[in-house]
Structure formats: structure tokens, C-alpha cells
């Protein structure tokens, strides 16, 4: 089974919100959605919720989040979901280098 995302902060989601940020996420089993918390997804992507919704439409068929982004001209409005987990670890146990891959 894949390694799935952990659970945000109280206060990380919070943030999120109030930016009206959503995560497009895809599920162990390859269903894309939207949500608010991506617990449980083996990737996601946060972007603005009206472009969250517009990007799960286009890769419901095929789980490619990050190439329905492209065809739909907002792949620079994205950010992955290991940016955003990343910055809640203590700095003591941060990894030093990005992933390279999108995926979280």
C-alpha cells in the first residue's frame, strides 16, 4: 500500500481556509476528489477551491491532477501537498531537499 498523507494541523487548515485553498486529492485507490484535509491520500495539490473543483473534473478519468492543471492553464496556481506538510515539521527533522515529484 502506498504511503498516504498525515493529518494537518488544527492550525495549518485553519490558514488553508482562509485563503479559500482546497486539496485536490487521490485516493490509495485512485479516485480524484476535493477536500479540505487530504488525510488519507497517497497525493494532493492545494490550490484555490473554484480551481480545485475545475482540475477534479478533468482528471476524474484518469487521476492525472497534475496534467488536467495543464490542459486547464493552472498548473502555476498549484502547490503539492509535501510543500505544505513539509513547513509543519520542526526544523530539526525537515528533509533538505524537495521532493521532485509533485506527489506527497
Request: hydrophobic share 35%; glycine share 4%.
Amino acid at each position: 500500500m502506498p504511503a498516504t498523507i498525515e493529518a494537518l494541523s488544527y492550525a495549518s487548515l485553519d490558514y488553508l481556509k482562509s485563503f479559500n485553498l482546497a486539496a485536490v486529492a487521490v485516493s490509495p485507490s485512485g479516485r480524484v476528489y476535493v477536500c479540505r484535509d487530504p488525510k488519507g491520500a497517497v497525493a494532493a495539490w492545494w490550490c484555490k477551491r473554484d480551481d480545485a473543483d475545475q482540475i477534479a473534473h478533468v482528471a476524474w478519468t484518469n487521476a492525472d491532477v497534475p496534467g488536467a492543471a495543464s490542459r486547464l492553464g493552472l498548473s502555476r496556481r498549484m502547490t503539492s501537498c509535501s510543500d505544505v506538510s513539509e513547513s509543519e515539521r520542526p526544523r530539526s527533522t525537515r528533509q533538505s531537499a524537495r521532493p521532485s515529484t509533485p506527489e506527497c
